[in-house]
């Protein structure tokens, strides 16, 4: 059936409004890193089960936002919970996933924070409302970093090497290629496991703990690395959004006040009211 010409007018308006819309967006991205890639963390929160599993819920979200974009997503390292959940999905402790297309960092930047979440527990047995927390957090990719440009002290770091681990602590690799490297001074640390040797992981990690660095200096308005001496903790206060999907459905963002009851499309990566109300 042929489609009426007043709803092909109306299809190719939608069409153009949405490139209009994000060509608009796009000349607002001004920062430095804006237009590159973006390296997503998410961290579970304090609640055993229910926040490993919200966290794995908000890693499938961010996949499913780049999918649509039609941006490439890969896995840097991510550390499993020893169960796995009901809803067939593993639990995860931390996972970071690099993220490349046009603009992903601008787009993604203003995601980093305390995501909440409310609902009933799948984990309860009495079927008891649960709220769970987890952390994001939004790094640009600094690959072109050069060593000679930002060298950080060999005496203050600490490098430590592993086994590439799968769903339920599984070892995949028999070899220690995975790194993880912590900046004593600040307690900063970045890991990787998603590449073959040893020393393309490290070179991986220091490229991201680079880029932590890097941003926690703007951030506090430091130009010396030397000057970052304190003990830096993940920011856990700054809630930015919930989302209620029980006893009502609900996605808030606290900062800008935007709001909608289809929570269960936000979660399948339709955040894009969310994103661009925020740049």
């Known amino acids: 059936m042929a489609v009426p010409l007043d709803r092909q007018a109306e299809i190719l308006l939608k069409e153009i409004q949405s490139k209009l819309r994000k060509l608009e967006i796009e000349n607002l991205f001004t920062g430095k890193y804006d237009k590159g890639p973006a390296i997503v963390s998410v961290f579970a929160g304090a609640g055993g089960q229910d926040a490993e599993d919200w966290a794995g819920m908000l890693y499938e979200m961010y996949v499913k936002f780049s999918e649509q974009r039609g941006w490439k997503t890969k896995i840097i390292h991510e550390s499993f919970g020893d169960f796995q959940s009901r809803t067939g999905r593993h639990l995860i402790k931390d996972i970071a996933l690099e993220i490349k297309g ?10 980093a924070g305390v995501h909440r979440l409310v609902r009933i527990s799948p984990f309860s047995a009495e079927k008891k409302r649960h709220t769970s927390f987890a952390l994001v957090e939004i790094l640009p990719e600094l690959s072109e970093i050069k060593e000679d440009e930002f060298k950080i002290p060999e005496e203050d770091l600490k490098i430590e090497f592993f086994r590439s681990s799968g769903p339920g602590g599984q070892n995949v690799n028999k070899v220690e290629t995975a790194v993880r490297i912590v900046h004593t001074p600040t307690g900063l640390s ?32 430091i130009k010396e690395l030397g000057q970052l001496r304190t003990k830096v903790k ?29 929570a269960e499309e936000v979660l399948e990566g339709d955040i894009d009211m969310f994103v661009e109300s925020e740049v």
Do not use: F
């Open 102 to 111: 046009d603009y992903a960092y601008g787009y993604l930047k203003k995601e």
């Open 190 to 221: 970045a890991s990787s496991q998603v590449e073959r040797s040893q020393s393309q992981n490290r070179e991986r990690v220091m490229n991201l703990l680079k880029a932590k660095l890097i941003k926690l200096m703007e951030e506090s308005r």
């Open 234 to 262: 993940p920011e856990w206060g700054n809630q930015i959004r919930s989302y209620v999907l029980h006893p009502y459905k609900m996605v808030k963002d606290h900062r800008t006040g935007v709001e909608t009851s289809r």
